[in-house]
């Protein structure tokens, strides 16, 4: 009787385990119960409701035939039901009789597509209007519209612009323009006159001409990189003191970083790669508390890197690289690690303490001499390529950067929690039945 037993008594007990593993990872791993969807009880009819109408009023119908001439589908209206639109096509205000766009999103437009004076004019309810990838022809904007308009959107559209032709937006706190050439002898055409505006990004757009000396001193936000801008950066522009991200990437500018660089004390990003800037990093930088992203690369910057950097506290991404900087690198291994970004190769005259830095960091540049100055062997690791394209050198290295990934691993926890459960009360349980046979038998 007992041999047979043993086996099935097993295989039951197996399969009891399995269903209490399963529904212990499965309870664990459901969210919270969703609020229940409606209570029965009636809604208030405090509220005085047009009787005839339904929940909400329908679209303006010269607008509806706006959109319309828009090649935009208006078989269902766009106010009631967006959701059978593209994400963000449309977004409506809720006045009575009928409702009017507030933003309008065109999206991929097709060849046949073409904006009228009337259709615009029409639509001049647009606080928003945003163009990704739709080459059509570009028209003069009704005045109506122009009045209205707070935030201009033109990525890949549009074909060309000019620097008049934005300029006329004086009312927008928002303007970015991106992958489309502007016809414009400097900035400040477009700018000088838009008062409101808070964030500006005017990139790969070919623009000409030097950086504004006067800036709307509450930008947030300016983007200018990708285009043909020469000069220095004007030593007004450290006059925003709310600046959070500054993106003067890829354009030709050269001089030195303003001294006073340091009076951005909003500043959270800064790009001031790919340009000619040379001199030295300014001491003053130090004094930015929330800096985070540091891009310096490809410039001629020279002098030694300032140990303030390692100070920095929100600092995540140093980029110094291809520049003329020389001496030792003032950093050790437990601030490089805790960069998610940490880049210095491309600096001839550069070299690293070899008590200090291990050569797995890789950081592309040569040890030091005892006198502090590159060994005269370049880099073993001579695989520069290798250098420039890889975003963290360091991240084979040793364990000290393992920081950054301790967080990852939360979401299949409970799973695994009761897999292991599961199994170890199955390894506990073949013990004791071993043992109970043994102890019966
Ligand atoms: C209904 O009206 C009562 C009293 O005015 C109020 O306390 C309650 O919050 C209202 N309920 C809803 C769903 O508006
Ligand atoms: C676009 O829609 C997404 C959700 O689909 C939303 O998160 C986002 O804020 C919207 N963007 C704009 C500019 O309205
Ligand atoms: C536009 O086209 C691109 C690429 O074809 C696609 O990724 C994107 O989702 C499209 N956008 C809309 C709003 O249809
Ligand atoms: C900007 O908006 C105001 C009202 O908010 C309006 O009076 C003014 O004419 C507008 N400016 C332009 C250039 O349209
Ligand atoms: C900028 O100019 C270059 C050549 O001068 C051209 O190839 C490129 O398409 C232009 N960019 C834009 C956005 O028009
Ligand atoms: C834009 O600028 C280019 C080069 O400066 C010039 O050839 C072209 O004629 C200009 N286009 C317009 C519309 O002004
Ligand atoms: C900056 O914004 C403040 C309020 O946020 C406003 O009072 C002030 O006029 C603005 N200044 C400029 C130059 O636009
Ligand atoms: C700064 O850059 C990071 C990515 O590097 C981005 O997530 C963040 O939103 C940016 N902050 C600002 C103020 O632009
Ligand atoms: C600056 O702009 C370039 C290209 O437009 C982009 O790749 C880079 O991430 C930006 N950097 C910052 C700090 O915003
Ligand atoms: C650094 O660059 C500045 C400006 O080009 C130059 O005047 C200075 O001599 C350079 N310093 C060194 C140590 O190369
Ligand atoms: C590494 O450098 C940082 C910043 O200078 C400093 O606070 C820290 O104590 C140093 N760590 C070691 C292990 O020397
Ligand atoms: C390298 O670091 C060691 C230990 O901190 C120090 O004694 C030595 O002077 C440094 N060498 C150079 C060249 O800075």
Known sequence: MEPPLLPSLLLHLLLLSTTITTTFSASSTTPKTPSPISSPTPPNSTTPKTP?????SSLDPKQLRALQ??????????CTQPSLLPPNTTLCDSSKPFRHILSLRLANCSDDVALSFTALKSLSTLQSLQFFNCPIAPIRFPADLVASLHSFTCINSLRRLTGVWLARLQNLTDLTVSNVQVNASGPFVILGNMKKLRSVTIS??????????HLNLNLT????SGNKLQGKIPSSITLLENLESLNLSSNSLNGEIPTSFGDLISLKNV?????????AIPESMSAIPGLAHVDLSSNQLNGTIPKFLSDMKSLKHLNLANNDFHGVVPFNVSFISKLAVFKISRNSNLCYN??????????GIS?????????????AKGDSSAEDSSDSDYDDSDGDDSDQKKDRHHGPSKVVLGVAIGLSSIVFLIIFLVLLSKWCG
């Open 52 to 56: 005839s109408s339904p929940s909400s």
């Open 354 to 363: 070899h008590s200090v830095l291990s050569s797995k960091l890789k950081l």
């Open 221 to 224: 936000h300016i983007d200018f």
């Open 367 to 379: 040890p030091c001499d005892k006198h502090g100055l590159p060994m005269s062997p370049p880099p």
């Open 69 to 78: 001439s828009l090649n935009i589908p208006t078989s269902k209206d766009p």
């Open 271 to 279: 790009s001031l790669a790919s340009n000619s800037l040379s001199g």
């Open 204 to 213: 790969h757009a070919n623009l000409t001409g030097s950086l504004p000396r």
